[in-house]
């Protein structure tokens, strides 16, 4: 009886493992658009009466593209393929048999469905969802004043039936913000990413042009579901063989599968390619044989792309050739190239990440020095790109001064989705929090209230307002080859987030994880609920265990990859970056240091030069601050210091429990995944901790608190700490 | 009216392209694994009741990991879970609830179920399926003498499922005829793969040990589905980084995750490793220092993998360190490893290919005339890997004289599952065919039936049998990160056949090609009868307009891809291979020739020595013929050379127009994936075609056949047959 009760016992034990039918098997190639059975079978007959049928009025591929996923989608939400019908252009709408009508507001019926300020509002990309009745009967309308809105639109309609919401009463107004909302590739030519942490390029350059993958379509239908409406598709270190007839030819295959989509596609240009590929003796920008060359160029490009986007550029940046190898600024160089694309819409995105690696000069400061006085010289097809701390996308920074500084130019951001800094992907970092934060930035430029947001925007100066202005906002993608496309299945998280505040700067961290974490995983809140506080949370734990307190570039120098503040390489120190000595650790940054606080507005230049109003999360941005001293936490600096790293590990620790309590509720493919980079991101965040806390330990000659276990050797005798091992392959239990 | 039927007629259009519910999304990552539900009722009624629940005895990762199988393909065929229970050890199996039984051959109930000649028969890999009665009650028992033999029987049992059998009446016996059926992953560990054209490396060395991701389980999964039971998994041309401890420790977390799938894992071993890792002086593998080095190694490697398989050596070819470089033979040099190895049971594969390149010599000799002298020269675990002909993997050879020749030495076969030379990832070449050709041929080395089959499981000398005998096969991988894992839809089957001929090489590539299309796409006749006689004859399609009539290594010389009977590199030249001149085309093998016939059996030498009694085939492989002779076709050499070419195009056409016969038979996506691959082989068809018969054009000087149209331009004109572009990046409808 014993054995039989202990077999039994097994048998329980073996079919918990597989989980059997509970949840459907998932490998995340489908993203946020799996479109899952609705199950609440009322929710379900509500949406199978609303959706029956589909009518639109003309056919486009864009259209087409919208009534493909919408039947898709539908299809397989609620079981019933819907029909599927034509109205004659100028006639009514058919109460009686079109249920869900997808049109534009150049049709008289339609537009009279709305008032003129909300068919102005939504622009060129926006549009409108409506519930509207007559006798009873009702129907769901998605206008819009083009094509690509009534695509936004269609995924807006699935998105609530993603999250199980009513489509009763439906009134929804949406427009993008900001006009580029673009996806950086650093894709290399021979497939490799610059860090890329998901597998390698999604472009097969050998098979294109002829063979245009169903995944590349996949990726379209994605970016559009969020809103993503560009795409560069090579690296900023560029290769000019992106630029010669034979890859023009590939990246026109591309565009073209791209366009139903609404994605334009751009192209990273090297500013020696009239040297390299030309064969002219000079790629100075004012020289007329090479302003030519980049005509005939741009010319050629349009000739097999004609809808193409435009160049991202990095000039005189490490390493990178640029204006400034002829004596020639910025401004000198991106407005030749862009005086080359004007002709045909195209725009010019300019870096302003111009780091030359100085000794002893405040890296912080140099994008600010270099383009701050060339305000206003830009052409108006430039944008600068700018990233959104003024060093390199480190788990925090102070804001990037550049913005709200420049009022007479355009400025986009660039943000990271690739965790270059934050673990690549194995860590679970949320990067919807990180996008708020510095969106919301304060940047006082014109008196409280000028967010990062509203610079972006080109709203600081309402005067100047105007429908076109050019505003964009780029990502540096997470995108590769592996399965489910983002490697961390967190990590589709920040694509989705990066596509969601691209199109509206304004949103809410919160709500966005909320809607990506039903359409992705299950609508069920016990789920929900606690996954994504723990995900709300995540990108402050990762600064926690990595660099607390405003701390940067403390790691590996040479993979950027676990802790490295001891990291040394000729012409580059980490301790440039801390500042760890006896006395204390952090830079001055107020004026009796590198004075970077004067690059910003003088409210925040105040507050950010004292350390009792400089916000604790920055304090070692802004200070050098003796390991004695009592800091806003009211403990010691060097306490305080170590219990961030200490809380750091303990907070992964949590987010493993609360994720361990999650079984059951989603597939078990995903499950196992994700608590398996858990158990790493704890690893490797006892690495960092141990690293950064025995390392900074030698300057403070202190003991730890009390209430933190001493870790077992001296951060040099771990093997993994040792700077010639690029990865963590073997992380003890330390 | 008419516009409304113009309307209808385009709803349609747009219907059929959506391909609604018809045929469900695939997008190939589940292989042969599909486990579709099967739709006719009275057979699904008949599995539901034979298959309503499994017993087994004793749990065991390897009998669980069938379990899961086993629950998870019939739930996903019939709709049904299987009851799982437990037998209790030395217990009777219960016909009233005992369905399906799962056992090994020590239980007495299940041994009495079968002869001793067949328990002992199937061996250590080996299974039996038997369908039995009791009171007619019916049961299907999978017995085994080993774990993994159930594994592979459960297979067996889902794929008989798959293809639609009967259970009522099985009686199976099966077991392996090679002991080693190994894929050989030609990965670099920075994740490239050398002649892979479906991604890059599957394994993601920066994660490792760390995660295991879902698709190593599913790589294992497929292997073991088809008795797949080794892999090597890094590159013949070998870094030493993979012996080192990180890297081991990496490994043990693959071999760890593997193991319940009955494979071992190889690595590849640099000859120079205990100089570059060891900072040994030499690595003569006679010098004590060196010998001792190998010996640490090998005891480090199974501390960290205790089922280690062994090594691949690639040495004293292209470059590669090796024995030769002290002096040493081959023999000296795989001794010395297998000697380290012999203590844990591992082996060495040492390969063949031993490419020197020496200007006037023929290559195709070099292999026999160094590995010939040192027959019975080599430790008893060690295996010689000999690639199917004696150059490198052309579409075809012929076969290499070293099978037969080394009667005293185990020989295993290396194939070549990735297209190096046959288009890579874009042409649908089904491989079945090559490996039944090479396998099937006779060496008449022990008189006539000494095929290379039997060679290879070293049948030949009947005496020496031995069921421990030391037999292998290796197929170089075309597996990648693709989503499909091979890149062509169809290069699946590659794999899967190669598994199957690995496991039996006498299988027939006809039954294969059915098995694989019915489990991978549908069991439709409609759409296997047709696909499969493509798949059949697409091989020598390929040879028709890339090589025919025995022509050799004339592609593009940097790439292996495209035609290049005209490529000229320092050290090689295309001419070597083909013997153009003004008088004819073709090798002269024979005595007034290079004399490679003489390496061949005295009946085959005598044969390939006459024209006449040459298979067409090989004609230009074995003579240089005379533009204006008359050969076997009834026509002249040139003539005939150019009809090939030009039959080869016309096949590609034909298999096009098979393929658009099959819309909606299958699903949307890989039908549109081959349409557009398809499309592109057939314009490389051209582009081999047109390259080809004009370049020897040169030569011949004599018109094209009067039905061949001539191409439109000089070969040279043609921007992609320029040597400096790797890729054909726009071909024109040439």
Not at 429 to 442: A, H, I, N, P, T
Not at 538 to 552: D, F, H, I, K, Q
Request: net charge positive; proline share 5%; charged share 20%.
């Amino acid at each position: 009886m014993k054995q039989r009760l202990y077999k039994l016992v097994v048998i329980l034990a073996i079919f918990s493992i597989f989980n059997l039918g509970a949840v459907r098997a998932e490998n995340g190639y489908n993203l946020w658009l799996r479109y899952l059975p609705i199950e609440n079978v009322q929710l379900r007959q509500a949406y199978q009466r609303q959706l029956s049928s589909i009518a639109i009025y003309k056919h486009s591929p864009t259209i087409d593209a919208a009534l493909k996923e919408l039947i898709n989608g539908i299809n397989q939400m609620i079981g019933k393929v819907p029909n599927i019908s034509s109205i004659p252009g100028g006639a009514a709408i058919n109460f009686k048999t079109n249920r869900l009508v997808l049109a534009k507001l150049d049709q008289p019926a339609i537009a009279a469905q709305f008032s003129t300020v909300e068919r102005r509002q939504i622009g060129q990309e926006g549009y409108l969802i409506k519930t509207i009745r007559q006798n009873r009967v009702q129907q769901i309308l998605i206008a819009a004043n083009t094509d690509i809105g009534l695509l936004y639109g269609s995924f807006h309609l699935l998105k609530l039936m993603q999250t199980h919401q009513s489509l009763q009463a439906l009134n929804i107004q949406q427009w993008p913000r900001l006009k580029l909302r673009i996806l950086d590739h650093w894709d290399n030519l021979n497939g490799t990413v610059e860090r890329g942490y998901a597998g390698y390029s999604l472009w097969n350059w050998q098979t294109l042009p002829g063979i245009i993958q169903k995944r590349y379509i996949d990726y379209a239908r994605a970016n559009a579901s969020i809103g993503i409406n560009g795409a560069v598709l090579n690296n900023v270190n560029a290769s000019v063989k992106s630029l010669t007839r034979e890859y023009l030819i590939k990246t026109a295959a591309l565009a073209k599968a791209f366009k139903p989509y609404g994605i334009k596609v751009y192209l990273t240009a090297k500013f020696s390619a009239p040297k390299e590929l030309g064969h002219l003796k000079t790629a100075d920008p004012l020289d007329p044989a090479v302003i030519k060359w980049w005509q005939d160029k741009v010319k050629e490009i349009y000739h097999y792309i004609p809808n193409f986007g435009g160049f991202l550029v990095k000039a005189s940046s490490e390493g990178q050739p640029g204006p400034g190898d002829y004596g020639r600024t910025h401004a000198d160089g991106a407005n030749m190239m862009a005086a080359a694309l004007k002709p045909y819409g195209g725009i010019v995105m300019w870096r302003t990440f111009v780091y030359e690696n100085k000794k002893g000069a405040d890296r912080a400061k140099q994008g600010y020095e270099e383009f701050k006085p060339l305000d206003g010289k830009f052409a108006d097809n430039v944008l600068l790109q700018a990233k959104y701390g003024p060093i390199d996308f480190q788990p925090r920074e102070a804001f990037n001064p550049l913005f709200g500084a420049m009022p007479h130019t355009h400025m986009m951001m660039e943000f990271q989705i690739t965790q270059e800094y934050f673990g690549f992907a194995t860590h679970l970092v949320y990067l919807g929090s990180l996008f708020q934060e510095y969106l919301r930035k304060d940047t006082y430029q014109k008196g409280p209230g000028t967010t990062i947001a509203k610079v972006l925007e080109e709203r600081v100066n309402p005067e100047t307002a105007d429908s076109n202005r050019l505003t964009g906002i780029a990502g540096v993608a997470n995108i590769g080859t592996d399965v489910n496309w983002c490697g961390h299945p967190f990590g589709q998280a920040n694509w989705y987030a990066f596509g969601r505040f691209a199109w509206n700067p304004m949103s809410s961290a919160d709500s966005i994880a909320e809607d990506w974490l039903k359409m992705t995983f299950t609508n069920d809140p016990g789920f929900v609920n606690p996954i994504k506080k723990l995900m709300l949370g995540s990108r402050e734990v990762a600064v926690n265990y990595m660099t607390p307190l405003g701390l940067s570039h403390i790691m590996n120098f040479a993979t950027h990859y676990g802790p490295g503040p001891w990291s040394k390489f000729p012409g580059w120190d980490a301790r440039d970056y801390h500042h760890a000595d006896s006395v204390g650790i952090g830079l001055d940054r107020t004026a009796t240091g590198s004075d970077a606080v004067s690059q910003y507005a003088p409210a925040l230049a105040a507050k950010y030069s004292n350390l009792k109003t400089t916000p604790l999360n920055l304090i070692l941005w802004f200070h050098h601050i003796g390991w004695d001293q009592k800091i806003a936490t009211g403990e010691t600096m060097w306490n305080s210091l170590v219990h961030y790293y200490y809380k750091g590990v303990k907070q992964v620790a949590a987010m493993q429990q609360i994720w361990q309590s999650m079984k059951g509720k989603i597939d078990e493919d995903r499950f196992n995944y994700v608590t398996q980079l858990l158990k790493q991101q704890h690893l490797e965040a006892k690495w960092w901790r141990n690293g950064c806390v025995l390392y900074f330990q030698q300057y403070s000659k202190r003991p730890l608190p009390k209430d933190c276990k001493e870790p077992g050797k001296a951060y040099w005798n771990y093997p993994t700490f040792k700077p010639d091992l690029p990865f963590p392959y073997h992380l003890d239990d330390q």
